[in-house]
């Protein structure tokens, strides 16, 4: 995810900047969908997961929301 918010920001233009910041949003979502199935699977406590998990899905909403404004602001 950080790899590909850095480079949307780096990005040129603003195409490519909403292009990678969808990159990292699913990146977001795999990431979340591995540390459901790693608690799924008991290779993760259900106390590390809470202090994981909403890490991962504010992350997703802060990069859907960058997203979404940058979108109205073209």
Not at 19 to 25: G, S, T
Not at 34 to 56: A, C, G, N, Q
Request: glycine share 6%; net charge negative.
């Amino acid at each position: 995810m950080g790899a590909n918010v850095e480079e949307a920001i780096g990005g040129q233009s603003k195409a490519d900047f909403i292009h990678k910041l969808a990159i990292a949003y699913k990146e977001a979502r795999e990431t979340s969908y591995w540390l459901r199935l790693l608690k799924d699977t008991d290779y993760l406590t259900e106390k590390e997961f809470e202090s994981i998990h909403p890490d991962v899905e504010e992350l997703c909403r802060i990069i859907g929301s960058i997203q979404k404004s940058t979108k109205n602001n073209s």
